[in-house]
Structure formats: structure tokens, C-alpha cells
């Protein structure tokens, strides 16, 4: 997975040689490369709040180990929500390894004045999307059913946010879809940061 991941970012590195500094990303100090990186960071621990509690459930019914844990002591909530705990650690564990190999090996022009104020973004981007991922393993839980919500949201957000792209290159209507997006105000409030 890391070599999967890490590859993508060499070819956003080479992308970012090749575009240069484009016009439309003057007001985040005009390098794709860290803009980009940025976005493939952040993406990794709000994927990872959204769908992991999902697919967490939707194993354990399929393993049989579900049953097991709902007759235990603690609350449907509670096994819902822990299940997904070391997926998201995973995700902010690739937040810090694409920052740290995207500035220290591949040079990208981060300012780490603001790493506070972007944590506590990234904090609360993923609590927007945790309660997002908790509905769907709810869905998931109930319907004993693969999960659409997170796979939807998933897609949404990605083109909606502004991952890969600043948000003023989309028409307005879409521009105007994507402040619904919890992602789309994550990843600027932790460009601006």
C-alpha cells in the first residue's frame, strides 16, 4: 500500500514539473506539486474516518465475528465507532509520511507556521466525516449490505473538494455544491494554515 501510495506521489511530483506554477494557484503560493500533496495527505485520514467503520462491520459480518461482539457488554455504538479507530490512525500515519516525503524528498513548498491550525483542521475534518462513515456502518449494520453511503461520498467529495485542483477552475455550480463538502473546507483551511 505504501509503495502504491508513495508511486502516485512521484507522479504528482513530475506533474507538478510539468505545469509549473499555474495562474489559478497564486493565492497557495503557485506550486501544483505542493498543492497537490497537500490534498493526497488530507484525503488519506477523512477516507479512512469515512470508510473504514463500513467495511470494519461489513468483515465482521461476513467473518461471523459479528454476533460474537453484539452480545457483549458494550453498545452497538461503541463496537461501530472502535472498530474503525486503527484505520483512521493508519490515515493520519500517510498524512505524515506524504508531508514528510513530499517536503524533505521531493523539496515541496510547505510553510509549517500554521501545523496547529492545520491539525486541528484536519481534527475536525475528521470528525465531519467520522459521523458520515458511522451512518454508513450504520447502513451497513442494519441492511447487512455492502455500504453505498461512504462509496458515494467518497466519489462526491473527491470531485466536488478541490483535492487535486482549485476549487475556482469548477463552474459555479459546482463551486456552490462543493461548500456542502466537509473535505472542501478541511483542505482549505489547512492550505491557508
Same mark, same amino acid.
Given at each position: 500500500?505504501?509503495?502504491?501510495?508513495?508511486?502516485?506521489?512521484?507522479?504528482?511530483?513530475?506533474?507538478?514539473?510539468? %505545469?509549473?506554477?499555474? +495562474?489559478?494557484?497564486?493565492?497557495?503560493? !503557485?506550486?501544483?506539486? @505542493? *498543492?497537490?500533496? #497537500? =490534498? /493526497? $495527505? &488530507?484525503?488519506?485520514?477523512?477516507?479512512?474516518?469515512?470508510?473504514?467503520?463500513?467495511?470494519?462491520?461489513?468483515?465482521?459480518?461476513?467473518?461471523?465475528?459479528?454476533?460474537?461482539?453484539?452480545?457483549?457488554?458494550?453498545?452497538?455504538?461503541?463496537?461501530?465507532?472502535?472498530?474503525?479507530?486503527?484505520?483512521?490512525?493508519?490515515?493520519?500515519?500517510?498524512? %505524515?509520511?506524504?508531508? +514528510?516525503?513530499?517536503?524533505?524528498?521531493? !523539496?515541496?513548498?510547505? @510553510? *509549517?507556521?500554521? #501545523? =496547529? /491550525? $492545520? &491539525?486541528?483542521?484536519?481534527?475536525?475534518?475528521?470528525?465531519?466525516?467520522?459521523?458520515?462513515?458511522?451512518?454508513?456502518?450504520?447502513?451497513?449494520?442494519?441492511?447487512?449490505?455492502?455500504?453505498?453511503?461512504?462509496?458515494?461520498?467518497?466519489?462526491?467529495?473527491?470531485?466536488?473538494?478541490?483535492?487535486?485542483?482549485?476549487?475556482?477552475?469548477?463552474?459555479?455550480?459546482?463551486?456552490?455544491?462543493?461548500?456542502?463538502?466537509?473535505?472542501?473546507?478541511?483542505?482549505?483551511?489547512?492550505? #491557508?494554515?
Amino acid at each position: 500500500q505504501m509503495f502504491g501510495r508513495l508511486s502516485t506521489l512521484l507522479v504528482f511530483f513530475f506533474l507538478g514539473v510539468a %505545469v509549473g506554477s499555474p +495562474a489559478s494557484l497564486s493565492s497557495y503560493g !503557485g506550486d501544483y506539486f @505542493s *498543492f497537490a500533496l #497537500v =490534498g /493526497l $495527505a &488530507l484525503a488519506e485520514p477523512a477516507w479512512a474516518a469515512l470508510s473504514v467503520p463500513a467495511l470494519k462491520v461489513r468483515q465482521a459480518q461476513i467473518e461471523g465475528t459479528l454476533e460474537a461482539l453484539l452480545v457483549g457488554p458494550s453498545s452497538p455504538w461503541v463496537i461501530v465507532a472502535l472498530n474503525g479507530t486503527g484505520g483512521v490512525l493508519m490515515g493520519w500515519f500517510r498524512l %505524515v509520511l506524504f508531508i +514528510a516525503v513530499g517536503a524533505l524528498a521531493l !523539496g515541496a513548498n510547505l @510553510s *509549517f507556521s500554521g #501545523v =496547529g /491550525l $492545520a &491539525l486541528v483542521a484536519v481534527l475536525l475534518l475528521v470528525i465531519a466525516q467520522g459521523a458520515i462513515g458511522l451512518i454508513a456502518a450504520s447502513v451497513t449494520l442494519a441492511f447487512k449490505r455492502g455500504d453505498p453511503i461512504a462509496g458515494v461520498t467518497h466519489v462526491v467529495s473527491g470531485l466536488l473538494a478541490g483535492l487535486l485542483y482549485p476549487l475556482s477552475v469548477l463552474p459555479d455550480w459546482m463551486q456552490s455544491l462543493a461548500n456542502v463538502v466537509p473535505l472542501t473546507h478541511g483542505l482549505e483551511a489547512c492550505r #491557508v494554515a
